[in-house]
């Protein structure tokens, strides 16, 4: 990703907040605007007179709101929708096609129904409860349905700003779920190992650190952190602000990249001696100020077959009232708190990621009381508890193991290296014997997005020709061109195929930043790409996206030109989009198995640990997670349900990019944080995945 995103960025960034500031509507126009209440659904044909439906043809004027399409969807379900028109809007200069108008600084004054996506751009639901959440269609969508449900089309407009014309849609279900080759598990009504006992160990209620009893804990989710994220992303929560000062950042980025701000944060409590680990909350950009369904999350001390048990306090805010500790004004909630219990449990459920549900009464069970700033809730008592499927599987301490020997015994890196804990979170105390590096696999590498501008400082150069010499094995360095990660996907899926033609050892394939997006959509779309790869590994890897994508092309751009960069070439802003959270968790919703074995290694740096050019990148990022290498979040480079294999203390750039090794004092000077042992990290890996694949030969 870019280094010089940060200059132009803050410059941009003071504009953006005051005309934020500015451009505010009075009280009258946002209380107008926050508290109407939208139209009812349209409604379509019954549900049983089309239900064996496999297609749908029809208009969405500019005054829909929800048109039923009659389809009804079972999870796995293969469907693609395609659309075309136009919507005039009155103040637009020009009109919006399916994929929604260029968004603007107006845009964070409007209540759309999705957030991230352009002014009238064609949606889609699945469901018609308040769980079900909105996603992008735009012209052209493929997408398996994460869960069972009638399918809604919609158009991403206040109810209030509609427009004239009208959008032609076409939806057809291109392969029941019944007839694919992995028909969706059902959802269990037991999860299995959790019982009263472990419940009762967990405190009922939440409190406020100052012996003030408040929300009742009425969720457990069983899984891993990255699952746990995930299935929230999925079903259209977002991650909270954690402090005022993360907040302020948040708002700047969010004008600056012409996004509404829902992340507002909420009040800190305690479970366990701590504050919340997690907040998440659904709420519409202005509605946010007074209603919005919302939950805090903390890791408990309990485990589950090998997966973390986590506690939440799920409200839903209505509008505000006294505070009865301070007499200030609070946030109100409904008393009904069993209400916001069960909608998460079908917000979640949309996601097609619970493998078990089921309600537990403990043993004293909370019935009618008041919250820690004396507002009433009542509830039947009930937790409900969910277990996530195919949670991650943590290996880091094996990994650790393995690279800590090849750091120290083999010395593949030229220079002096430090004790192996400088460079791994958590390194093992263990030491394993290596032996001769098997010729069983092939290797390949993917790296990032602008790539082709650093022809001078490839991925893993050093470590490359040390596989190759003196360990003898066959590695590849596939191009990456500046383009979206689809294309780049249908060149790696052909160069597996042409390859796995000739040789008929599988790859160990290797993702680095944008790589590891572009090696998913090539596998996901050419099962017989896939079957060319023994299995899939990244290396601070955007899996989930990175939340400062938006911000990227245009400035990227800037500096391409401002520096005369010639070679490079490209769609920026194609290859920047792909990097989206909401593209990559969209894909993710959609690819939940991408048929191979998946390995994934984040980097967390600090302000000691990053170079100067991507430090002011690191604190953009700061907002979105702590814990984050100058481009991604920690958890949003763990492949969900894959095997974690740890993190590296390292930049973005440190652990895959040989910058120190340039002639330019320039370079140098600004890369200033790039020592990493970046060849015995790659030979770890390739060590580490096939003696895996070894030990369990069926996972290939």
């Known amino acids: 990703m870019p280094p010089a995103l940060s200059k132009i960025g803050s410059r941009f960034g003071i504009a953006a907040a005051a005309f934020l500031f500015a451009a505010l509507p009075s009280h009258a126009q946002f209380l107008a605007l926050a508290l109407s209440d939208p139209p009812p659904a349209q409604q379509g044909p019954s549900s049983s007179s089309l239900a064996a439906a496999s297609s749908f043809s029809g208009d969405l004027s500019g005054s829909t709101q929800w048109k039923d399409t009659g389809l009804d969807l079972q999870p796995g379900d293969n469907v693609q929708i395609t659309a075309s028109g136009q919507l005039q809007y009155s103040d637009a200069k020009q009109p919006a096609g399916p994929d929604g108008l260029p968004r603007a600084w107006k845009d964070l004054m409007r209540i759309l129904p999705l957030n991230e996506a352009g002014r009238g751009a064609l949606l889609a639901r699945i469901g018609d409860t308040e769980a079900a959440r909105p996603f992008l269609v735009g012209a052209s969508h493929t997408f398996r349905a994460p869960a069972a449900g009638r399918l809604f089309l919609g158009l991403n407009q206040m109810s209030i700003d509609t427009g004239t014309g009208s959008f032609h849609v076409e939806v057809k279900i291109l392969e029941r779920a019944a007839g694919s080759s992995a028909p969706p598990q059902p959802v269990a009504t037991s999860v299995a190992g959790f019982d009263l006992a472990l419940l009762d160990k967990i405190p009922r209620r939440i409190d406020d650190n100052r012996g003030n009893l408040g929300d009742m804990t009425n969720f457990i989710i069983i899984g891993s952190q990255d699952r746990l994220r995930q299935a929230f992303a999925q079903a259209g929560w977002v991650l909270v602000d954690s402090t005022k000062q993360e907040a302020v950042l948040h708002g700047i980025l969010s004008s600056v990249t012409r996004q509404s701000y829902v992340e507002m944060p909420m009040s800190e409590l305690y479970l366990f001696g701590r504050i919340q680990d997690y907040g998440f909350a659904i709420a519409d950009p202005f509605e946010v100020i007074f209603q919005r369904h919302h939950n805090r999350v903390w890791k408990s001390p309990y485990t589950l077959g090998g997966q973390t048990v986590w506690v939440?306090?799920?409200?839903?805010?209505?509008?505000?009232?006294?505070?009865?500790?301070?007499?200030?004004?609070?946030?109100?909630?409904?008393?009904?708190?069993?209400?916001?219990?069960?909608?998460?449990?079908?917000?979640?459920?949309?996601?097609?990621?619970?493998a078990a549900q089921m309600y537990l009464r403990p043993s004293l069970p909370v019935g009618e009381t008041k919250t820690a700033t004396g507002g009433s809730f009542h509830s039947d008592g009930r937790v409900l508890v969910l277990q996530l499927r195919g949670s991650s599987a943590n290996r880091a301490a094996a990994f650790s193991a393995l690279f800590c020997s090849v750091l120290e015994k083999e010395h593949p890196d030229s220079?002096?290296?430090?004790?192996?804990?400088?460079?791994?979170?958590?390194?093992?105390?263990?030491?394993?014997?290596?032996?001769?590096?098997?010729?069983?696999?092939?290797?390949?590498?993917?790296?990032?997005?602008?790539?082709?501008?650093?022809?001078?400082?490839?991925?893993?150069?050093?470590?490359?020709?040390?596989?190759?010499?003196?360990?003898?094995?066959?590695?590849?360095?596939?191009?990456?061109?500046?383009?979206?990660?689809?294309?780049?996907?249908?060149?790696?899926?052909?160069?597996?195929?042409?390859?796995?033609?000739?040789?008929?050892?599988?790859?160990?394939?290797?993702?680095?930043?944008?790589?590891?997006p572009d090696i998913m959509e090539g596998l996901a779309n050419d099962p017989d790409a896939a079957r060319a790869v023994a299995a899939f590994v990244t290396v601070a890897g955007a899996i989930g996206g990175s939340p400062i994508a938006d911000l990227m092309p245009v400035e990227v751009q800037k500096w391409v030109e401002a520096f005369h960069l010639s070679d490079c070439q490209g769609d920026?802003?194609?290859?920047?989009?792909?990097?989206?959270?909401?593209?990559?968790?969209?894909?993710?919703?959609?690819?939940?198995?991408?048929?191979?074995?998946?390995?994934?290694?984040?980097?967390?740096?600090?302000?000691?640990?990053?170079?100067?050019?991507?430090?002011?990148?690191?604190?953009?990022?700061?907002?979105?997670?702590?814990?984050?290498?100058?481009?991604?979040?920690?958890?949003?480079?763990?492949?969900?349900?894959?095997?974690?294999?740890?993190?590296?203390?390292?930049?973005?750039?440190?652990?895959?990019l040989p910058f120190e090794d340039s002639s330019d004092p320039n370079v140098k000077k600004l890369v200033d944080h790039n020592h990493f042992p970046r060849s015995a990290l790659l030979e770890a890996l390739v060590r580490f995945v096939a003696r895996d694949l070894t030990a369990s030969p069926s996972a290939h």
């Open 415 to 516: 220079g002096s290296w430090s004790a192996c804990s400088d460079y791994l979170e958590a390194p093992s105390s263990d030491r394993v014997a290596l032996g001769p590096l098997p010729q069983t696999y092939r290797v390949a590498i993917v790296p990032g997005v602008l790539s082709a501008c650093a022809g001078g400082a490839p991925a893993y150069k050093e470590g490359q020709e040390h596989l190759r010499t003196p360990h003898g094995l066959s590695v590849d360095l596939i191009p990456a061109p500046n383009r979206s990660s689809a294309d780049n996907g249908k060149d790696i899926a052909k160069f597996l195929k042409d390859n796995y033609a000739r040789d008929s050892r599988k790859f160990i394939l290797l993702g680095y930043s944008k790589g590891a």
């Open 572 to 656: 920026l802003y194609a290859a920047f989009k792909s990097l989206r959270r909401d593209v990559r968790q969209d894909f993710l919703a959609q690819h939940p198995d991408l048929g191979v074995p998946v390995y994934s290694l984040a980097a967390v740096s600090d302000k000691s640990s990053t170079s100067k050019v991507l430090f002011e990148n690191w604190l953009l990022m700061a907002p979105y997670g702590p814990r984050n290498d100058s481009q991604l979040v920690e958890s949003d480079a763990l492949y969900p349900g894959g095997n974690t294999l740890g993190v590296l203390r390292a930049d973005h750039w440190a652990v895959a």
């Open 312 to 354: 939440g306090a799920g409200t839903h805010d209505i509008g505000l009232e006294k505070d009865q500790r301070t007499g200030g004004v609070t946030h109100k909630i409904d008393a009904d708190i069993d209400k916001e219990r069960d909608f998460i449990a079908q917000s979640l459920s949309s996601t097609g990621l619970i």
